[in-house]
């Protein structure tokens, strides 16, 4: 389908040797289930970072909201000017046993951010997504707001359902991006929340976001009962001699890595694995059912991410961010606004 943007020109930005570039893409003529989005808002996730210091030469950017100007011929879910969020899960085959099964981010052909769709990301004017995994943004929550749940949002949301019940003890390492979150979308669910943290003076702050207990890392012993489930969400590994102690993690507990090293092995003491029965469960991003469930248990129970909003002007705001980024200095995620 050609709309009346269809052969505009935009700026979009790459690595190429080593440095943030600025590249120029083109609105396609839209084909039957593609949405073009005019992004407003965009996050920053350290994925982005990771890319680019490892020299991935994609239109970066993968936390993209805006309105939607317009859509292919066979789309009936969307319409031009309604918000949509979306960027790293990007499309499925439709009818493999992961897709139909509702687990079409585990499909052979899916495409994500970083390995296809190389000249379509959300740091830029526009963004074209497919219908299914361009979602609708709720009425009452921000674009500014919304931006971060497109990835980290979905990420916690679909690591939780999957691997929490109601009143269990959730063990969450770590208060940043996805720990904030996570913290949020636990305590939410039912969950009792115990944060394990580097920072004392972080304390107050996990408390306000719905945790019930505060454990320094560096003496996990002191935690007053054995969590279920143990998310890693800070941007390094615990020591696992430490941690793996049915004092802490209780037997058949549930390990879940999100945003620690994704470089390099992820190295557990096996006769702990064996004899307490501890499991790994590893988590990408949400299928785009439990996107759509995100955002609305999100809405409905006030899960928003803290934020710091910066005014886009080109590839010196991405480079303040990834410099902010390097140096720990975002609290707790980076959104880009185009408006």
């Given amino acids: 389908m050609t709309s009346t943007l269809t052969g505009k020109e935009y700026s979009i930005f790459r690595t190429l040797k080593g440095k943030l570039t600025k590249d120029t893409a083109t609105i396609p003529a839209l084909g039957p289930q593609d ?8 996050g920053v996730c350290y994925t982005d970072y990771e890319l680019f210091k490892h020299n991935y030469p994609l239109a970066l950017g993968h936390e993209g909201v805006g309105v939607i100007e317009a859509v292919g011929e066979a789309v009936t879910t969307l319409k031009p000017g309604e918000r949509v969020g979306g960027g790293f899960h990007r499309g499925s085959c439709g009818h493999c046993r992961q897709c139909l099964t ?12 970083g ?12 963004y074209v997504g497919k219908e299914g995994f361009a979602h609708k943004i709720p009425d009452g929550m921000s674009s500014e707001k919304a931006a971060p749940l497109q990835c980290a949002g979905a990420t916690v949301y679909s690591a939780l359902v999957e691997t929490v019940r109601p009143r269990d003890r959730v063990g969450i390492v770590g208060i940043g991006g996805l720990g904030h979150l996570a913290i949020q979308f636990a305590a939410k669910m039912g969950a009792e929340v115990v944060v394990f943290s580097t920072s004392k003076d972080k304390e107050e702050e996990a408390l306000g976001f719905g945790a019930s207990e505060f454990v320094l890392l560096a003496e996990p012993e002191k935690v007053k009962a054995p969590v279920d489930v143990l998310v890693i969400a800070g941007s390094k590994y615990p020591d696992w001699n430490k941690m793996l102690n049915t004092n802490i ?10 945003a620690a090293p994704t470089q390099g092995p992820l190295s557990l003491p096996a006769d702990k694995m064996f004899w307490d029965s501890y499991h790994v469960h590893s988590i990408l991003v949400a299928s785009k059912a439990q996107h759509d469930e995100m955002l609305d248990f999100a809405a409905r129970n006030k899960v928003e991410p803290t934020t710091q909003l910066y005014k886009f002007e080109g590839a010196e705001t ?6 902010n980024l390097e140096s720990n200095k975002v609290r707790y995620r980076a959104v880009l606004s185009f408006e």
Wanted: proline content about 2%.
């Fill in 35 to 42: 949405v073009l989005v005019r992004i407003t808002h965009s």
């Fill in 115 to 126: 390995f296809g769709d190389f000249s379509n990301g959300t740091f830029g004017a526009y």
């Fill in 249 to 258: 993690l209780s037997r058949n507990g549930t390990i879940v890595p999100l």
């Fill in 102 to 113: 509702g687990h079409d981010i585990h499909c052979l052909e899916r495409t994500v951010y």
């Fill in 318 to 323: 991405i480079e303040t961010v990834f410099k």
